[in-house]
């Protein structure tokens, strides 16, 4: 089987730091992405780290400890924009479809 | 297109009805899937084409549920003789096909079964 654990809703007021873990159990490991989804919207494509280390992209970064089987997305000087859920997910096999967590919601507060 | 464009955007159907949905992905994608997104939770994988192959459709729910892909561009899922725990958001995604590439999602059907 295959599952992703992710909390199901951080707070934070703007201009702070928040980080969202994602800890995974799956059958294979090829890849951990990072989608953004506001209400009513679709999921947006954040970032992807298939080896070890931070990624960043601007104010988000994203990190994978492959050996821990745990990666996070970290947001910085958060803006009230930002409130929305954020999912990771897994690819198990190269070229292999997308598996989704259950996804986080956060809230950014002025 | 600019964008992966899903019709129609919403869909209320009788139960025992069958429903069509279309997906139109981003032009040259070769990459196509399916998902289905209940409120408040992340997408679940239905199925997924490589160019007019049906490489993965181990996410459907049941025979009711099945794909196609005919050409390698437009993409319709049907759901035969729906019931009602079929209502959800089903969202259509494109991609280039690397791992490195992420998903465009269009921005799905509500299907309503009453």
């Known amino acids: 089987g295959q599952s992703l654990e992710q909390p199901s809703e951080v707070t934070a007021v703007e201009g702070a730091i928040v980080q969202i873990n994602c800890t995974y159990q799956t059958s294979g490991f090829y890849g951990l992405s990072w989608y953004q989804q506001h209400d009513g919207g679709a999921p947006t494509f954040l970032s992807y780290n298939a080896l070890d280390g931070l990624e960043e992209t601007g104010r988000f970064s994203s990190f994978l400890s492959r050996s821990d089987s745990y990666g996070y997305l970290l947001l910085q000087e958060l803006q009230m924009k930002d409130s929305a859920s954020y999912f990771c997910a897994v690819r198990a096999a190269l070229g292999d479809k997308l598996i989704f967590g259950t996804g986080t919601r956060l809230q950014v507060f002025p | 297109g600019a964008g992966v464009s899903q019709s129609p955007r919403y869909k209320v159907t009788k139960r025992g009805q069958d429903v069509a949905l279309r997906c139109d992905p981003i032009s040259g994608h070769v990459s196509l899937y399916w998902y289905r997104q209940a409120l408040g939770q992340g997408p679940e994988f239905l199925t997924y084409?490589?160019?007019?192959?049906?490489?993965?459709k181990s996410g459907l729910p049941n025979d009711r549920f099945s794909a196609e892909r005919p050409e390698g561009s437009i993409s319709t899922l049907t759901i035969q003789r729906t019931e009602q725990r079929d209502s959800a958001m089903y969202r259509c995604a494109s991609s280039r096909g690397g791992d490195n590439y992420g998903y465009t999602f269009g921005s799905g059907t509500r299907l309503t079964v009453v």
């Open positions: 084409f490589n160019y007019e192959a049906q490489q993965d």
